[in-house]
T-cell receptor
């Protein structure tokens, strides 16, 4: 069974600073990895996903993530954050069937002026 | 693309009452999922359908919970004899069948049991 650990529950940063949100996964089979963002009182929106191929994945809103198989990580990065990036970010992993998608506990990103 | 819609968005109910949530998935998505999310946690898988067939149920889905997708389109999630521990956001999502296909989420239905 897959599982995900998000290493930071809260990440405060100043506007225009770079940010990295950390995610480690465990799985005994090939995995697909996802990052979702959740704004207050809303559902989850897909930022990016890794299925195969290039280990550097680019998503929406200037975010990117790098799949590192040897370190079983899928960290999310953005070189310069905006106030509007303040939200909850979830890393998720699934196997061959989407029905086994598992989410981390989330990282609360707070961007301060 | 109209997205996944859920109704109602918010529900306050007294303990012991029954509640029902409805989900309309993205058209042509044959997979539909229900998740539960409590404050400070990520979504937890409850159940999923492929067309009208309910193919998997989590152990989180007690006997008081039942989900249906009678015609393979919209779905309902009913909670009978609600308990305070049922207070959470119930998220519906849908996807096309296939590995790695994006799961699209609705905006959720908040349940508060008082």
């Amino acid at each position: 069974a897959q599982s995900v650990t998000q290493l930071d529950s809260q990440v405060p940063v100043f506007e225009e600073a770079p940010v990295e949100l950390r995610c480690n996964y465990s799985s005994s089979v090939s995995v697909y990895l996802f990052w979702y963002v959740q704004y207050p009182n809303q559902g989850l929106q897909l930022l990016l996903k890794y299925l195969s191929g290039s280990t550097l994945v680019k998503g929406i809103n200037g975010f990117e993530a790098e799949f590192n198989k040897s370190q079983t990580s899928f960290h999310l990065r953005k070189p310069s954050v905006h106030i509007s990036d303040t939200a909850e970010y979830f890393c998720a992993v699934s196997g061959d069937n989407n029905n086994d998608m598992r989410f981390g506990a989330g990282t609360r990103l707070t961007v301060k002026p | 693309d109209t997205g996944v819609s859920q109704d109602p968005r918010h529900k306050i109910t007294k303990r012991g009452q029954n509640v029902t949530f409805r989900c309309d998935p993205i058209s042509e998505h044959n997979r539909l999922y229900w998740y539960r999310q409590t404050l400070g946690q990520g979504p937890e898988f409850l159940t999923y359908f492929q067309n009208e067939a309910q193919l998997e149920k989590s152990r989180l889905l007690s006997d008081r919970f039942s989900a249906e997708r009678p015609k393979g389109s919209f779905s309902t999630l009913e909670i009978q004899r609600t308990e305070q521990g049922d207070s959470a956001m119930y998220l519906c999502a849908s996807s096309r069948r296939g590995s790695g296909n994006t799961i699209y989420f609705g905006e959720g239905s908040w349940l508060t049991v008082v």
